[in-house]
């Protein structure tokens, strides 16, 4: 997987606050060869003697170990010709070495939740777990192993090459990231941050293997990575493993390669106009930035989000809600060299482009006009010390990962720095910026205009790093919360069940939690098929409305009640529900389930929102009607649509969609909710640090007693298999990716035998694009597809079981790619599951569902859905308990009684006639 930093906008989540944490350092005896450097929020610095650093970041509170390990190398690094390599060779290096043949069959069958990503000045390989010490040490000497011993080889290059170009081929498919990347490509003459990580097509179809083995050979060593530890772990222990593994790698005798290239500042605007087919008009305007430890970095980054917000966002109110625009976006690089700020806007259905570049000129280049003021800049650094805050209390894992942005921006204390920065950052200083580095001379707009003075704008070089985190030790680290028990049997004896008036269910769980956080997950339900039929629309735009205003607040005040509560908070709604969800701080619960039960009862569903709600959803129904996945999951859908036209459960096509959009009226909306919104009948959870006595008086006072004028009557979805086996093609041309999707019904319930068997197959044959049956014929062995799965789905409300197949490819492939497809469901159908297949399905499927109980949220959701369903966490005992006694027989026969080869739709929806020209050209 690619990515470029510029919309990750969170890439950057390191903010650790209180004290309960243990610094590594703090009781670690160190093994010989190994030095401690510095320690900070909780994070602790060793450096072993071949040159590898160590991060250590234990939080006893996480039930999951996180091993990532970071290389100092990305697309930044690639030489002429070699555009793509370093992403081509993050896929290569999970072939295996020659002591682990199938590298992702042994996460898979471990339990690991893996992947690999690369950016423009890192390539990172994490994996997360279960906390058990048996896998930390075989993940961290299987990532020692393939740091130096990986099978980069001819054959594999040959198999993998045609799956990154499939990457690729996805991402021609996306507007926007078009747009970003030619944009760009611009901007940048010189400097290597103007390719794109994923590559030229022609440089990953035709790069020599022995100068993708010098790459790594280079720049795979101990000296140029990081090995990151984070979560529930034993560091005396850890660290010794990490000494044992890594530490018997030598260190190299090469010098790194330096790079020395310095983009010119650039002499006057830019333009760039990209003409493909699609409905939208984008508009983007990227300016030249100082990299991420520049001191300006962090007032242009307060300057995006002061710009991006929704809703008090700049750009949300000059295009957003005069309709000039459905969509605007504004974001700053964070890299070890100069970048990119960058501001876009998606033009209105039949709107001006014209008119909407010029007010997005004026906004962005009109700070001379119109300051940044303090209080703009305020509620930004509050935005902005919000996320920082919450990612650090309820992600240690995800706090690790982003180190590696810090990493590849030159230090790993770099984030926390930039937090410290931002959090001084005043007006005088974005308005500074602005002018500085927001004028015409340094942008880019993707659509050369010459001008009478041209104008420089020099870009400062970063400073020096390491004198500019020498001693730093920045804040205490967050306190942790106690070491949980996240078997069902515990979470089912920790927690109080009642029912309060007449249907509203309620579970509580009380615990320690990470920074005092708490998670609220609460859904009422009312309505039935027959009542709600012909009001979809209404139903639709009810529920998306209710926060954007109430009989008291605007949707900028509810914005920004949440943002000072430092709560994270979702009301929306359906036909036949309507869901709150809440994570904060204990102290903010309370005010933040006040709100939002105020936001569900007395929503003002404002007439400017409701239009701008009606010009997105056009907007985007017209985007994803050309899109292969979107056309061949409709005409599978509609193929086993049992229901009739009209009924409140058929499938709609995306005119009869667009026509109910375009037709409903805001009173339509108003009179929904007044006709079936209650709370009366429903489920309410909290997990996490809370006070239950005042906790139920609360649900008592807030949402007892409103009943909904139409009682809620349950669905539940009959067995359908269509009488007739089709196989549908759909054109969609000037799409570089195809897609493919295949259905097969059956009858079952969950409480049938054959559903936990069904679901182990399920995994065993496609359930991943790696180290699956699907996954090692189509990806890994006939390297045609960068995404292909399967999988059983058997709803707790359905006696209705789907068993389904999808890949994407290029075009011309397609035929190959189902083919394959088809070959492997005879065979799997015929020759069953392995003794070996199932033990490692089985582990690795139970080690999911115990990751799944990890967090507050997860937790709250699977109390929730039991209480919805009568039933227990004993109930996930006992289906866990069948997983795990499962035999192959049992496996072998569910599958050949219900998945039936014969019995499958295929639809397949790509730019095949184009393809077919494409080819014939070429010859």
């Known amino acids: 997987m690619f990515c470029r930093s510029l919309f990750l906008a969170c890439s950057l989540l390191l903010s650790v606050h209180a004290g309960a944490v243990t610094p590594a350092s ?14 900070v929020e909780g994070i602790t610095e060793y450096r072993l003697a071949n040159g590898l650093t160590v991060l250590m970041f234990p939080d006893a509170s996480t039930p999951s170990t996180l091993v990532n ?8 690094q690639e030489n002429y010709g070699e555009s793509g390599m370093a992403h081509l060779l993050e896929h290569l290096v999970f072939k295996g070495t020659p002591t682990i043949g199938n590298i992702a069959a042994e996460f898979k069958r471990r339990g690991i939740t893996y992947n690999g990503t690369t950016g423009q000045d890192r390539t990172n390989y994490y994996g997360w777990f279960s906390a058990n010490d048996e896998t930390l040490d075989w993940l961290l000497a299987a990532e020692a192993d393939r740091m130096v011993n990986a099978d980069v080889a001819k054959d594999k290059l040959d198999s993998e090459m045609t799956v990154v170009r499939n990457e690729l081929e996805i991402g021609e498919n996306k507007p926007t990231g078009i747009l970003i990347q030619r944009m760009t490509s611009q901007a940048f003459l010189w400097h290597a941050y103007g390719k794109s990580v994923i590559g030229n097509r022609a440089d990953v179809e035709n790069v020599p293997i022995e100068r993708l083995q010098a790459f790594y050979r280079t720049w795979y060593q101990p000296d140029n990575a990081t090995v990151i530890i984070a979560g529930r772990f034993d560091p005396q222990r850890a660290l010794a493993t990490v000494q044992r593994t890594f530490g018997a790698l030598p260190r190299p005798a090469r010098t790194l390669p330096t790079r020395y290239t310095v983009e010119p500042a650039q002499d006057g605007e830019r333009e760039i106009n990209i003409r493909r087919v699609g409905e939208l008009h984008l508009i983007g305007l990227g300016y030249h930035a100082p990299a991420m430890a520049h001191p300006d970095s962090a007032a242009l980054r307060v300057l995006v989000n002061v710009m991006g917000a929704v809703p008090s966002g700049r750009l949300q109110k000059a295009l957003i809600v005069p309709k000039l625009a459905v969509n605007s976006e504004s974001a700053v690089d964070g890299f070890l060299e100069p970048g990119v700020a960058g501001f876009f806007a998606t033009v209105t259905l039949g709107g001006d482009p014209a008119q909407v570049e010029r007010v997005l000129l004026e906004q962005v280049e009109g700070t001379a006009r119109q300051p940044f003021t303090e209080e703009e800049v305020a509620a930004a650094k509050q935005r902005l010390a919000n996320m920082y805050d919450r990612a650090s209390k309820s ?3 995800g706090v690790a990962n982003a180190l590696s942005e810090s990493i590849a921006a030159g230090d790993w204390r770099l984030g926390f720095l930039y937090r410290d920065a931002i959090a001084k950052v005043s ?8 002018r500085t580095y927001l004028v015409p001379a340094n942008r880019t707009l993707a659509r050369f205009i010459p001008t009478e003075v041209a104008q420089r704008v020099e870009i400062p070089a970063a400073p020096d790093i390491a004198k500019l985190v020498a001693g730093y030790k920045g804040n205490p680290a967050v306190s942790a919360g106690e070491v949980f028990d996240n078997s069902p049997g515990n979470i089912q004896a920790r927690t109080r069940t009642m029912t309060l008036g007449d249907g509203l269910k309620v579970a509580m769980l009380p615990k320690q939690s990470r920074g005092n956080r708490v998670s609220a997950e609460l859904m009422f339900h009312f309505g039935d098929d027959a009542a709600i039929a012909g009001r979809l629309e209404a139903a639709s735009f009810a529920g998306s409305l209710l926060a954007r205003g109430t009989k008291t607040m605007t949707r900028e005040q509810i914005s920004q009640r949440f943002d000072d509560l430092n709560a994270r908070v979702s009301v929306v709604g359906s036909s036949q529900m309507a869901y709150i969800g809440i994570d904060a701080e204990r102290e903010n619960l309370i005010p933040a389930l006040r709100l939002a039960a105020e936001i569900l009862r007395n929503p003002s569903f404002p007439e400017a ?9 056009i907007t985007g129904l017209k985007d994803r009607k050309r899109e292969p996945g979107y056309i061949a999951d409709y005409a599978m859908r509609k193929h086993f649509d049992p229901w009739p036209q009209g009924h409140a459960r058929a499938v709609r096509s995306p005119d009869e969609e667009l026509a109910g959009i375009q037709s409903v009226k805001l009173e339509d909306v108003r009179a929904f909710h007044r006709d079936f919104y209650g709370t009366a009948d429903g489920e309410a959870v909290v997990v996490g640090d809370f006070d239950p006595v005042q906790l139920q008086k609360e649900l008592e006072t807030l949402f007892i007693g409103w009943k909904s004028p139409r009682p809620f009557v349950r669905r539940n979805e009959p067995y359908f298999q269509p009488g007739k086996v089709v196989r549908e093609v759909f054109e969609t041309p000037d799409k570089a990716n195809a897609v493919i999707v295949s259905r097969s019904n059956f009858a079952i319930d969950v409480e049938d035998p054959d559903h936990p068997a069904l679901l182990v197959a399920g995994r065993i044959f496609g359930g991943g694009a790696k180290a699956s049956r699907l996954g090692d014929r189509v990806r890994e062995q006939d390297g045609l597809s960068y995404y292909v799965g399967s999988g059983v789905i058997v709803s707790p409300e359905a006696d209705n079981g789907v068993f389904y197949m999808q890949a994407t490819s290029a075009p011309e492939n397609m035929g190959r790619v189902e083919a394959a497809m088809g070959e492997e469901l005879a065979r799997f159908v015929k020759d069953g599951v392995t003794e070996q297949e199932l033990e490692d399905a089985k582990a690795g499927l139970l ?3 115990q990751e799944s ?3 507050n949220g997860t937790i709250a959701s699977g109390l929730r859905l039991n209480l919805y369903l009568d039933r227990t966490m004993q109930w996930d005992a006992d289906f866990e308990r069948t997983i795990a006694e499962l035999t192959v027989e049992q496996v072998n026969e569910a599958v050949r009684r219900r998945v039936k080869p014969e019995a499958v739709s295929t639809f397949v929806a790509g730019d095949f006639a184009g393809s077919a020209r ?6």
């Open 609 to 617: 929102e409701f239009e701008q709600l009606r010009s997105q959803s």
């Open 427 to 434: 007006a005088a200083d974005v308005n500074r910026v602005a």
């Open 395 to 397: 992600n240690v894992l």
């Open 847 to 849: 080690a999911s569902y």
């Open 918 to 923: 494409r080819a014939a050209d070429s010859r």
């Open 69 to 76: 390990v970071t290389y100092g190398v990305g697309a930044a």
């Open 853 to 855: 109980r990890s967090t």
């Open 26 to 39: 703090a009781n670690t005896v160190l093994p010989p060869g190994v030095t401690a450097g510095a320690t």
